[in-house]
């Protein structure tokens, strides 16, 4: 069965910085494409960065230049740099791949930005 667990989120700081992981098994890792997910309270989930199994990448607009999104294929990790937080990053993270193995959502973590 596949599973996916995120981790590293907390509160932080407007300008700050967290890192995001999430732990991946059940799947041979490197031929899925990953991705971020973000959902507030109230809100639909949104995409917000993905990376595709030959490491190109993509970025939501509000996140560029900010968020970097990152995988070991080694270790079966995705990654998610979070830079200069905004109070609007606040919401709970989710990974994903693409396929039907991705079916189930994960938990989450959640990000809290405030003063």
């Known amino acids: 069965q596949v599973q996916l667990v995120e981790s590293g989120g907390g509160l932080v700081q407007p300008g700050g910085s967290l890192r995001l992981s999430c732990a991946a098994s059940g799947i041979i890792f490197s031929l899925y494409d990953m991705a971020w997910y973000r959902q507030a309270p109230g809100e639909e989930r949104d995409l917000v960065a993905g990376i595709e199994s030959d490491g190109s990448t993509h970025y939501e607009d509000s996140v560029k230049g900010r968020f970097t999104i990152s995988r070991d294929n080694a270790k079966k990790t995705l990654s998610l740099q979070m830079n200069s937080l905004k109070p609007e990053d606040t919401a709970v993270y989710y990974c994903?791949?693409?396929?039907?193995?991705?079916?189930?959502w994960g938990k989450g973590t959640q990000v809290t930005v405030s003063s």
């Open positions: 994903k791949g693409v396929g039907p193995e991705f079916a189930d």
